[in-house]
T-cell receptor, first 114, second 110 residues
Framework: AQSVTQPDIHITVSEGASLELRCNYS??????LFWYVQSPGQGLQLLLK??????LVQGIKGFEAEFKRSQSSFNLRKPSVHWSDAAEYFC????????????FGTGTSLTVIP | EPEVTQTPSHQVTQMGQEVILRCVPI?????FYWYRQILGQKVEFLVS????????KSEIFDDQFSVERPDGSNFTLKIRSTKLEDSAMYFC????????FGSGTRLTVV
């Protein structure tokens, strides 16, 4: 079955500290992987995506993610968190071919403390 | 960068009323989608649309829901008789070789 697991429901980090948000997926085909960020009451903003090639992808706002096929993981990282990074983060997986639905994780809520 | 535009950003409707949520996908995209997110929950797939017909739908997308592409630019989601549990954020998306989401319409059913 297709699914995305984000094991951490809520993470709290200090401003300036490093961050890693975990994402594991189960998908029957070659996965396209995405990270989205959502501020309260707002829409989904794409942080980064992985289709193929270099398994370390860079995104906006200083985020990066690494695809590890052997671990079925696509963890999101940031070396130094800013207070404005506080938000909900969603990992998603979709098919290589367009037209197929995306599967979202349940999200990780990030709190940043001064 | 091209955007998917959704209107209105927030809609309040009475239970039992019909509501139409509107989306303008990216112009050269061929696939269109609706997702919803109930407050505090994850984003769930509703339906995908290609070549003027539904290509995939979830069990959530029952007979009270319908989608339409009435012209060359708009893509709409209609909920025929809204229920309290339809209150959610509804996201439109379009894709070609990538996926772009709109900013969502928050539907509140009272």
């Amino acid at each position: 079955a297709q699914s995305v697991t984000q094991p951490d429901i809520h993470i709290t980090v200090s401003e300036g500290a490093s961050l890693e948000l975990r994402c594991n997926y189960s998908y029957g085909a070659t996965p396209y992987l995405f990270w989205y960020v959502q501020s309260p009451g707002q829409g989904l903003q794409l942080l980064l995506k992985y289709f193929s090639g270099d398994t370390l992808v860079q995104g906006i706002k200083g985020f990066e993610a690494e695809f590890k096929r052997s671990q079925s993981s696509f963890n999101l990282r940031k070396p130094s968190v800013h207070w404005s990074d506080a938000a909900e983060y969603f990992c998603a997986v979709g098919a290589q071919y367009t037209g197929n639905q995306f599967y979202f994780g349940t999200g990780t809520s990030l709190t940043v403390i001064p | 960068e091209p955007e998917v535009t959704q209107t209105p950003s927030h809609q309040v409707t009475q239970m039992g009323q019909e509501v139409i949520l509107r989306c303008v996908p990216i112009s050269n995209h061929l696939y269109f989608y609706w997702y919803r997110q109930i407050l505090g929950q994850k984003v769930e797939f509703l339906v995908s649309f290609y070549n003027n017909e539904i290509s995939e739908k979830s069990e959530i997308f029952d007979d009270q829901f319908s989608v339409e592409r009435p012209d060359g630019s708009n893509f709409t989601l209609k909920i025929r008789s809204t229920k309290l549990e339809d209150s959610a954020m509804y996201f439109c998306a379009s894709s070609d070789n990538g996926y772009t989401f709109g900013s969502g319409t928050r539907l509140t059913v009272v």
